[in-house]
């Protein structure tokens, strides 16, 4: 309901959304699926060790600002 009152005519979901999202009610409304699949970079922690699967703002308090787009840049759109 949400998408159709704002008119989108796209919903992107994180990768679990693969197991409860009814993608038929999008499609009926006309609203196209995707599914946003993050690459979780590694990066120098201080202190270590490095945890995977931390949120951005770990990375913002151990990644020097300018190398901070490279981190964030390793995803992928897919619609399965």
């Known amino acids: 309901e949400i998408c159709k009152r704002l008119a989108a005519n796209r919903y992107i979901a994180g990768p679990s ?34 945890m995977p699967g931390m ?12 190398e901070l787009p490279r981190l964030i840049a390793d995803f992928e759109l897919t619609t399965t």
């Open 55 to 66: 949120s951005a703002a770990d990375a913002i308090g151990n990644v020097p600002k300018d």
């Open 17 to 50: 959304g693969r197991e409860y999202l009814v993608t038929d009610d999008f499609a009926a409304s006309g609203i196209e699926v995707k599914y946003f699949n993050f690459r979780h970079p590694t990066y120098v922690k201080n202190p270590p060790p490095f």
